[in-house]
């Protein structure tokens, strides 16, 4: 099957208290890979039919460190030694350079306007965008407009802005938040750009699986959107495949007793192949229809 590429970028707050976050980005970007990948095959997509950017933000404080970015990947690893290098530092006050960021989105949808475009944005941070005012202040403090205007950064942006852009180029951010204080306003991020929003529990003890449960079905449900199925059916896979997994954890004893059973030669309904996974399968698809 020939398939259009998605093309996903995810945002992450890289200031001093977002150390946990970048570890586990860092620990779970391979297993994401393998997940989307092996159900992508499974159901007929190339599994190349998805690159990742991943792209960190910080305060005007880390200056030219504002934003790091890496460039658009299919190999995971590329994106972990990326990630190796990524550090948790600075945050001049509480809200963040969030501006860089979706000004960066916006560089890289005019990079792209012919052929494979930026497909969806996926920001995880702990504080708020900042204000317009907020922004020309920070820029003074640190490093004045004479460094700014060196950089690529020389124009001051501001995140409403940015996001009436991304609005244009229908091109959605969903928004999540670690902590409750940003809620407000990546609220109003994912409205604007027709995003998806929420709270992401990434310091708790299954940190790293809401991190893969989060990104992987946005990514795998891009695929499909951009390829002209807007169902939810890849999406739907990897939730069962989760489950399964859960189950099988939870029930390895009856798992195996009930494996047994459905392919005992005195079985009529023998099935070689038997697994939760197809039960499953089969379910949903009922549930579908109706």
């Not at 970048?22 to 499974?42: G, H, P, S, W």
């Not at 204000?131 to 060196?150: A, M, P, Q």
């Amino acid at each position: 099957m020939t398939n259009s590429r998605s093309k996903t970028m995810v945002l992450m707050d890289a200031t001093g208290s977002m150390g946990h976050l970048l570890n586990q980005v860092k620990y779970t970007i391979c297993t994401m890979f393998d997940r989307a990948i092996d159900i992508l095959t499974e159901y007929g997509f190339s599994s190349d039919s998805f690159e990742i950017q991943l792209a960190v933000y910080r305060d005007y404080d880390s200056l030219k460190n504002v934003l790091q970015t890496n460039e658009w990947e299919r190999k995971p690893l590329n994106l972990r030694n990326f990630m190796n290098n990524i550090k948790a530092n600075g945050g001049a006050d509480y809200a963040e350079a969030i501006e860089i960021e979706l000004w960066h989105v916006n560089q890289e949808i005019k990079r792209f306007k012919s052929g494979d475009g930026v497909s969806q944005v996926i920001l995880i941070g702990d504080a708020p965008a900042k204000s317009i005012d907020s922004v020309k202040e920070y820029r003074k403090r640190f490093g004045g407009e004479n460094f700014w205007s060196k950089t690529k950064f020389k124009v001051p942006t501001f995140y409403i802005d940015e996001l009436n852009l991304l609005k244009e180029s229908e091109v959605p951010v969903h928004a999540f938040f670690v902590e409750n204080g940003p809620e407000e306003c990546f609220s109003e991020i994912a409205r604007i750009t027709g995003g998806q929003t929420g709270f992401l529990d990434v310091n708790s003890s299954d940190g790293s699986d809401k991190l893969i449960d989060l990104i992987t079905p946005l990514i795998l449900g891009n695929i499909e959107t951009i390829n002209g199925n807007p169902g939810n059916q890849l999406s739907n896979i990897f939730f069962l495949l989760n489950l399964e997994l859960d189950l099988r954890a939870r029930f390895e004893p009856l798992y195996i007793h009930i494996a047994k059973i459905f392919n005992s030669s005195s079985n009529s309904t023998k099935d070689e192949n038997f697994s939760f996974k197809a039960i499953l399968v089969d379910m949903i698809k009922v549930v579908e229809k109706r």
